[in-house]
């Protein structure tokens, strides 16, 4: 089994090809290909599940550091990541494989009001 189809088996494919967004197809021209899809989002699951820097990204997957760290940036601000990590919550709630009880908050975003620490 390759890097892909290890950090981004079938099953969590098809979770999240629906939630990205669709790119034009290229016509005769200059430009290199477009990386597949699949690729990048096992490059990124590699990368958040090991907590890896990008750089760090090993050579056995076939994307470049940079287009990978590109398409994950692109996708935060599209609003992708956000849907595909709800979308991965929705299923593994509904199979009750969350343990709610080791939940935590990160309170760090939070703002303290009427000028609080």
């Given amino acids: 089994m390759g890097d ?13 090809a629906p939630l990205l967004p669709v790119h034009p197809v290229r016509h005769q021209g200059g430009g290199r290909r477009r990386i597949d899809d699949r ?10 599940q090991t907590g890896c820097a990008w750089e760090a990204l090993p050579g056995s997957f076939p994307i470049s550091r940079a287009t990978a760290h590109r398409r994950f940036a692109e996708w935060v601000q599209q609003g992708v990541m956000e849907a595909f990590h709800q979308a991965v919550l929705d299923v593994l709630g509904a199979a009750g494989q969350i343990d709610w009880s080791r939940a935590s908050a990160d309170a760090m975003q939070v703002r303290a009001v009427k000028g609080g620490t």
């Fill in 4 to 16: 892909v189809e290890k950090y981004c088996p079938d099953a969590l494919w098809r979770l999240v």
């Fill in 39 to 48: 690729v990048a989002v096992a490059a990124i699951t590699y990368v958040l």
